[in-house]
C-alpha cells in the first residue's frame, strides 16, 4: 500500500531485470541513429537547399516569375514567391511569417518595417521604378486627355474607377496623388471601385465591370482585355519606386545570391521586356 491508501502492484523481476534492459537498450539504439541520420551529409544538404521565399508586390508577378524560372534553370535554386499588395505584405513579415526578401511597390511600406527592424538595413536597395496609368476595357472607344481638371467624373458615366485601395495599396496612392494634384479627386472618391491590389483592379477594367482604372503601365501591357486610355503626367505623383531587403529573420544564404541576381545583367531585360525601368543602384556588399 503506497502513502495515501493507493495500492500498486509489484514489479516482475523479470521484468526489472530483463525487459528495462532491452527497452534501454532500443532507446540506445534509436539515440545513436537519429545522431547518425542528423550528421550525414545528405540531410544537411537537404536542410540548407530550403526554398528562397520572396514577398513582392502583385505588379511584379510576370516579370518575377520569368525571372525565377530562369535562376533556376542557371542554378538549380527554387525559389517561392508570394504576391499581394504590399501593405498586406509588410503586415504578415510583421506578424512573424516567414521570408527571405522584401519588394515592396513604395517606399512607405518598405520604411515601415525598417522603422521596426525587420529587414537588414544594409540589404536595402531600390530595385525598379514604374509609372501609373489610367486604363479601359480593350474594346471601349473613350478618347481621354489627363490634364487638370479632366472630366473623369463624366467619362465614367455611372460606372466606377477601379483602383487599388487608394489609403494604403501604392498603385492606389499613386493614382489619388495624381488626382488630387490635377483637381478632380474629389469628383471622383465616392465613385472609387477600391480592390486588395492592383492586378484585381486590373481585373475590374479587362472583364468590363469598370469602365475606367488605374494601375502602372506594366499592368496594362500584360492583360489584353485592357488598352492604356492615357498615361499620367509623371510630375502629378511621386516617383514610382521599388524597394528590396533581405528579411531580418531570415538566414538563407540563397537569398543574398538572389537578391543580386535581381541586380544583374541576366535579369535586367526580363524586367524592361515588362516594361520596368531597372535602377542602377547594386545590392550592398
Not at 489610367?134 to 473623369?152: G, W
Amino acid at each position: 500500500m503506497l502513502p495515501g491508501g493507493t495500492s500498486s502492484t509489484p514489479i516482475h523481476p523479470s521484468i526489472e531485470k530483463g525487459e528495462i534492459m532491452r527497452v534501454f537498450s532500443r532507446f540506445q539504439i534509436a539515440a545513436a541513429l537519429l545522431l547518425i541520420v542528423v550528421a550525414a551529409p545528405g540531410y544537411v544538404a537537404t536542410a540548407a537547399a530550403a526554398d528562397i521565399v520572396v514577398f513582392a508586390a502583385a505588379s511584379l508577378k510576370n516579370a518575377l516569375d520569368d525571372i525565377a524560372t530562369q535562376y533556376q534553370r542557371e542554378t538549380g535554386k527554387h525559389t517561392t514567391i508570394s504576391y499581394a499588395a504590399s501593405p498586406a505584405l509588410a503586415k504578415q513579415i510583421e506578424a512573424a511569417a516567414p521570408a527571405d526578401l522584401f519588394i515592396s511597390a513604395d517606399l512607405a511600406w518598405m520604411d515601415y518595417l525598417a522603422d521596426r527592424k525587420l529587414i537588414k538595413p544594409d540589404s536595402r536597395t531600390n530595385l525598379l521604378g514604374n509609372s501609373i496609368v489610367l486604363i479601359a476595357p480593350a474594346s471601349s472607344t473613350a478618347t481621354v486627355t489627363i490634364a487638370p481638371n479632366f472630366p473623369l467624373a463624366s467619362l465614367l458615366g455611372n460606372g466606377r474607377l477601379a483602383m487599388a485601395e487608394p489609403s494604403s495599396v501604392p498603385a492606389g496612392k499613386y493614382g489619388k496623388a495624381a488626382l488630387e494634384k490635377l483637381g478632380v479627386w474629389a469628383s471622383v472618391a465616392d465613385r472609387v471601385a477600391a480592390a486588395e491590389n492592383v492586378r484585381a483592379a486590373l481585373l475590374l477594367v479587362s472583364r468590363g465591370e469598370c469602365p475606367f482604372g488605374i494601375v502602372y503601365k506594366t499592368d496594362a501591357a500584360v492583360d489584353p482585355g485592357v488598352k492604356i486610355a492615357a498615361a499620367f503626367p509623371p510630375d502629378t505623383y511621386p516617383p514610382v519606386v521599388y524597394p528590396m531587403a533581405l528579411v531580418a529573420t531570415s538566414t538563407n544564404p540563397d537569398a543574398v545570391a538572389f537578391a543580386a541576381y535581381l541586380h544583374s545583367p541576366a535579369a535586367r531585360p526580363l524586367f524592361e521586356k515588362q516594361g520596368f525601368t531597372v535602377l542602377s543602384e547594386a545590392p550592398a556588399k
